[in-house]
């Protein structure tokens, strides 16, 4: 399974070779806005509002995923309809845990470890649905190298903003290697190799022991 994040590695070419591929695509958050269509088969929403925004619901619809994971802090009012379901997409609900606690889930009806990265709540679930192999896209946020020229990490490869966290992302470098060491020695216990597709040098998925093999 491949998970895409927010981040500029997830180029529109690069998206474009996953549309082709044979591997299941799950795309967190807001990515649906620039995939090309058909590319993302599941996505996982971890911000609020995503589902009531008529421009994300739309986007996602146009990707015909199979089904949409969402935590439950991401609905509004749970009176009110959400857009995306009444256009025929099933979106079920997870539980996530603590943000500040490192504890992954031992089953499929454990909690999901919260964490501060949509990314890292996706490669849990990839996990408990069987996954034999992770690959991340996109998940560049907090890379210091980036920081350091004053680029953005947490945008599109055009340079839009996602939104609505700030354009460096949500999490700090040490927190994000912290979670993304403990999701890959929890996921390889279990057998499940963790690799890591993006070019950025220093991105704390790398700091993390991923192993490294960039797409370009």
């Given at each position: ?47 609020i ?25 991401v ?99 040490l ?42």
């Amino acid at each position: 399974m491949v998970i895409v994040g927010n981040s500029p590695s997830a180029t529109a070419e690069r998206l474009e070779v996953l549309r082709h591929s044979y591997h299941v695509v799950i795309g967190a958050n807001r990515i649906c806005r620039i995939a090309p269509e058909g590319t993302i088969d599941v996505v996982v929403v971890a911000d609020i509002g995503i589902l009531e925004s008529a421009t994300d619901s739309a986007a996602i619809v146009k990707q015909k995923p199979v089904a949409v994971f969402a935590h439950s802090n991401v609905f509004g009012d749970p009176a009110a309809p959400h857009p995306i379901q009444t256009r025929g997409v099933y979106v079920a609900e997870f539980e996530i845990a603590g943000e500040h606690d490192i504890e992954l889930p031992r089953s499929k009806t454990d909690p999901i470890m919260r964490t501060g990265s949509c990314p890292a709540m996706a490669v849990q679930m990839a996990v408990l649905l069987g996954a034999a192999e992770v690959a991340l896209l996109g998940v560049d946020h907090t890379a210091p190298e980036l920081r350091a020229i004053g680029a953005p990490t947490h945008c599109y490869a055009t340079g839009d903003d996602v939104g609505p966290r700030r354009p460096t992302g949500g999490s700090d470098t040490l927190r994000a290697i912290q979670v993304y060491r403990a999701i890959r020695i929890w996921a390889e216990s279990r057998g499940v190799r963790c690799v890591n597709l993006s070019p950025v040098r220093d991105a704390p998925i790398h700091k993390a022991g991923w192993e490294r093999c960039p797409v370009d």
